[in-house]
C-alpha cells in the first residue's frame, strides 16, 4: 500500500493544521495517525475503521483533535485544533488491510509537527 501524507508545520500554541494520507493500492480495514516526539516512543493518537466509522483516541488530544476518512477517496485526516506545544512531533500515516487472508500493516513516511510557545 502507498500513503501519502500532507499538512505538517510549524504553527503557534492554539492554532490549527490539518493532515491528510492517502492511500492507494487496496481497500483498508483500519487508518490511523500516531506521533513520536523526539527522545519518546510512539504513541497512538487516533484511529478510524473504515467500515463502522467508529474512532479512538488518545486521552491527550480528545476534544482536540478530530479523525475523518473519505472512503471514496481512501483518504484520512486529521484535524488538530488547540495545538500545544507537548503535540510536536513526527505523525505517521498508519494502516491495517486483508491480504492472503491476513491482516497487513504499513506507514507513511511521516509529517512534522511543529508547535511554537
Known amino acids: 500500500v502507498q500513503l501519502v501524507e500532507s499538512g505538517g508545520g510549524l504553527v503557534q500554541a492554539g492554532g490549527s493544521l490539518r493532515l491528510s494520507c492517502a492511500a492507494s493500492g487496496t481497500s483498508i480495514n483500519v487508518m490511523g495517525w500516531y506521533r513520536q516526539a523526539p527522545g519518546k516512543q510512539r504513541e497512538l493518537v487516533a484511529t478510524?475503521?473504515?467500515?463502522?466509522?467508529?474512532?479512538n483516541y488518545a486521552d491527550s488530544v480528545k476534544g482536540r483533535f478530530t479523525i475523518s476518512r473519505d472512503n471514496a477517496k481512501n483518504t484520512m485526516y486529521l484535524q488538530m485544533n488547540s495545538l500545544k506545544p507537548e503535540d510536536t512531533a513526527v505523525y505517521c500515516c498508519n494502516v491495517l488491510y486483508p491480504k492472503w487472508g491476513l491482516s497487513y500493516s504499513d506507514w507513511g513516511q511521516g509529517t512534522q509537527v511543529t508547535v511554537s510557545s
Open positions: 478510524i475503521i473504515s467500515g463502522s466509522g467508529s474512532t
